[in-house]
């Protein structure tokens, strides 16, 4: 007799073929999933078990065909999930182009630095769906990040220290963007609140 573990295609192929006995099968998806959920338990501070359950599941000649359908099946959704991710990011980036290129028509109409840092902002904010865009000057001698706003009267400017800036802090400080994670994936997490930076 000839067993293997792990469930592979050449598994289910030698099984198929009797040149095999049986294999056991290790779902890489319900492993990940597991995974996940104690990831995010630990995040929280919730206390974790010991160890956790896994259902192995022996694959031989009764059932290797419906065992090779299903992870014919689950390919396939996994390409079709990896299309539907591709085609967000091509919208996405698409709206970016969108925003930039509106941006770039308007500013060689404006000559006021406040005004066109308002047609920025309300840009961004209606391309990219979010409720309120604040724009920040960085002021490098002072290590300050000073807030656009259009009605501020003369001395009475809103300044955030870089240390104390959040993410926009750390964009700053690694000299790289970084993009708050998308409605969906934050949904599922704890609220945070925090400057959050905007393309510019």
């Known amino acids: 007799m000839i067993a293997g573990i792990g469930g592979t295609p050449e598994a289910l192929a030698a099984i198929a073929d009797g040149s095999m006995t049986a294999t056991v099968d290790i779902r890489a998806d319900e492993l990940g999933k597991q995974a996940l959920d104690l990831a995010y338990q630990a995040a929280l501070g919730q206390p974790l078990p010991a160890y956790f359950g896994y259902r192995a599941r022996l694959i031989a000649a009764p059932n290797v065909a ?103 802090g750390q964009a700053l400080m690694r000299n790289e963007a970084i993009f708050p994670m998308h409605n969906a994936a934050r949904a599922s997490l704890p609220t945070q609140s925090g400057p959050i930076p905007a393309p510019a």
């Open 66 to 168: 419906e065992v090779a359908t299903q992870k014919l099946v689950a390919l396939a959704n996994l390409s079709s999930r990896a299309m539907s991710v591709r085609r967000r990011q091509q919208q996405e980036r698409l709206t970016q182009l969108e925003t930039s290129l509106e941006i770039s028509r308007r500013v060689g109409a404006i000559l006021d630095y406040r005004q066109l840092s308002h047609e920025i902002a309300n840009l961004i904010r209606a391309n990219y769906g979010y409720d309120r865009v604040r724009i920040f000057h960085w002021v490098e001698q002072e290590q300050l990040l000073v807030l656009d706003q259009a009605d501020q009267a003369q001395g009475s400017q809103t300044g955030i220290p870089l240390t104390r800036a959040g993410v926009l």
